[in-house]
Each structure stands twice: as C-alpha cells, then as structure tokens.
C-alpha cells in the first residue's frame, strides 16, 4: 500500500494543529439502561488517539452508532461512547451536541492542545450515507472544516463509501491510524502467502452473507469449517432434513456446488444441539445431523463436531474466523462457539478473529483476547478485503 501513516503526521508535528479522527465507536448499548456493553471498539482507537494527545493536537473525533435515518435519535446518540473515552483516556473528551452545527463548531473552537473533543453520531446528518455525490460532499466540506489533517481509524467503515470516509480525505492531507495499519498489515498476510495449512472457520445465519467469501477462499484454504445457522443450508444441499432450522432454500443448490467444487476441503457438522424453540431455557438435546426432528431448531453444533473442527485446527498454521458456531448469547448454545474458540487459542497457529458476532462472543465467553493473534474490529470490512473487492476507505488513503 503506498499509504501515509500516523507515524508520518507524527514527524511532521501537530501541536496545536487540529486533527479529525474517524473512528469506528459503533459500540452496543443495553436497550434498557443505555450502557455499553462491549467497549473494545473503544479501546481499540486509543493508541491511535493517545499519540496525537500526547503530541499536543487538538483531537477531533467523529464516528456512527446505530443505523439512524439520518436524524438525531436519542437512542443512537455517542454520549455514553464520550464518557467511556474520557474514562480511557484519563482525561475529559468534550461533547459536541451535533455533528456540525453551532455545538459543534463551539467545542472544537474551545480545545486546548492534547485536548479531545467528539463529535454526535454522524448518521444524524443525511450526507453522511447519500448516494447523491454532491449531498455527500457538502456535508464532507463542513467535517473537514474541523481539522488541518484527517486520520482514518475506522476500519470497521473502511468498505463504506459514506462522506467521513471517502470524501473527507480529498479534502485534507490524511493518513492511516494504528488500528487501520494494522487490520490491512495482518488481512494482507492472508490473501498473500499464508502459512500452510490454512484454516478457515465460517458461521453466522446466512450463506449470502458469506457466499462472496466463500468463493474466494476456496480456492486457496485447505480446510473450510462450517457452522452456525448457515450450516443448514448445506446440510439440506447433502440430501438432509434441517427441522424447523433456518434455512435458505434459494442458495441450496448454490450449497450443492460449492461442496462438489470443494474437493473435500469443506467441513460439515456431524451432529448438533436441536431445540424445541429459539429460547434460552428451551428443552435441547444433541443429535446427529441425519436425525433433527422435524418440529426442532437446531441452535448449535454438537460436541462430536467441536472434536472434529478441533483437529483439524490442531493442525493449522494460519487460522481465520468469522461467525459464531451458535446462539452463543443463550448459555445452552454457547459450548460450540466456546469449544471453537478454545481451539484455536491452542494451535499452533497465527490466528485472526473476523470482527462483528466472533469478536463479540470472544468476549461476552470470557475468552483471553490476547490469546489469538489478532482479532478484527471490522466484519464486513474484513469480509471485502478477504473477497479482493476495492475498500472505498482504503481507496482514497491511498489517493
């Protein structure tokens, strides 16, 4: 990549100088008390941020939560997001009450170097996501007012061609912050030489979702491990009764193909956990995969399939993963995602977490983050870069 980085700004000086920040801050909220859940997205921006303040800029943070409809929603607001910063960093982060209005403008105007400011969700403002070039230019005109440099931190936005993004680094010098280095440093590993054998797991609900992907890697994984809702679609493409289990009967024969084409790469549960309903307390047993009855739900892969998915891990080199093996929010049908996991943690291996649902179960089961080698914080984004498919984020650093 010919990409400046923070480190390049950094040589240059910023004291004093205003700096904007995109940042991926698209935490979870608890619906009912509005605290965050998962802070990690958080804490992964703050190398990024700690440089600059210690550098003396003026920081200007600027992020999306939520899809709002490009109105202020109290419930998408970065408020609490601010708070926790301000807890992370050891210092205040001042809060703009809009994006880039009057609040706006103030806080910036108001910061003292080494000082932080965020700005409100930026999906308030209808430019941010526009299809209309010219909606989204103006409304990257007024956040570029805010900085004498950009910084693009937000890799979980980088596959988005949204106004923060795409079009605010055509309007100031701009590098790429620590979090985004090193997510293309550690996604380039895997679509160049990976160390062999190469594993990947996939899960999740639906095989659309992951069909791109899938096309991609086959040709260059040597084990594709399949779990999750999705795993049902393939199983009925072997012939295979599902129950009552989420199912996408337009991608079966595409299912079909793909296992035909695989030449014995992908790997299929051989039992999993069949409940009588999608509920946590719901009566469950495991079964084999030729025996889910026909009024139950499969929510989990079974331990016969934990075993198998498990060595073939054991004897990986180079390991990726994306999407649970479960409902691995219900404590019944958590132990596939768990017993994955647990798995590559203990091989032998150099080992990326895909972001969205599998960084989050990570550590929702308690896991010891510092055990994989590196765990995203972009799904979608890490998804594309995998597909080979142009980032629009990416696209204009390196412009």
Not at 44 to 59: D, F, Q, R, S
Not at 220 to 242: H, N, P, S, W, Y
Request: hydrophobic share 45%; with cysteine.
């Amino acid at each position: 990549m010919s990409i400046r980085t923070l480190d390049d700004l950094l040589a240059e000086g910023v004291s004093g100088r205003r700096v904007l920040v995109r940042a991926d801050l698209n935490v979870p909220l608890d619906k009912q008390t509005g605290a965050i859940t998962d802070d990690g997205r958080i804490r992964a921006v703050l190398p990024t941020v700690g440089a600059l303040v210690e550098a003396g800029a003026k920081v200007v943070v600027c992020s999306h939560l939520g899809r709002p409809k490009g109105t202020p929603d109290p419930q998408f607001s970065l408020r609490p997001v601010a708070g926790r910063l301000g807890e992370l960093l050891g210092a205040p982060v001042h809060f703009a009450e809009d994006t880039v209005g009057d609040s706006a403008r103030s806080t910036v105007a108001g910061l003292a170097d080494g000082q932080v400011a965020l700005l409100e969700n930026l999906r308030f403002n209808a430019g941010e996501t526009s299809k209309d070039d010219a909606e989204r230019g103006a409304f990257a005109d007024q956040l570029a007012a805010f900085g004498d440099a950009y910084v693009d931190d937000a890799f979980g936005a980088v596959h988005r061609k949204h106004a923060s993004v795409y079009d605010v680094p055509a309007r100031l010098p701009h590098v790429a912050g620590r979090l985004v280095l090193r997510e293309v440093e550690v996604l380039s590993r895997l679509t160049g030489q990976p160390e062999r054998p190469y594993v990947v797991v996939l899960g999740g609900s639906k095989v659309s979702d992951k069909l791109a992907v899938i096309e991609a890697l086959l040709p260059t994984v040597d084990r594709l491990l399949i779990g999750g809702g999705m795993c049902f679609t393939f199983l009925k493409a072997q012939g295979l009764e599902v129950g009552t289990s989420l199912l996408e009967k337009d991608m079966v024969e595409t299912c079909c193909n793909l296992i035909e084409r695989s030449g014995g790469k992908i790997m299929l549960p051989v039992d999993v956990v069949a409940a009588d309903a999608f509920a946590p307390d719901a009566t469950h047993d495991t079964v084999r995969v030729d025996g889910i009855p026909s009024h139950r739900v499969g929510l989990d892969i079974g331990p016969e399939t934990v075993a198998g998915f498990a060595a073939a891990l054991s004897q990986a080199k180079t390991i990726f993963w994306n999407g649970p093996m479960g409902v691995f929010e219900m404590a019944a049908f958590a132990n596939g995602t768990r017993g994955v996991a647990e798995a590559i943690t203990k091989a032998d291996a150099f080992s990326v977490v895909g972001g969205g649902d599998s960084a989050a179960a990570v550590r929702a089961l308690g896991l010891d983050e510092s055990s994989f080698g590196h765990i995203s914080t972009g799904g979608g984004a890490s998804l594309e870069y995998l597909e080979g498919k142009t980032l629009p984020g990416i696209a204009a650093l390196e412009n």
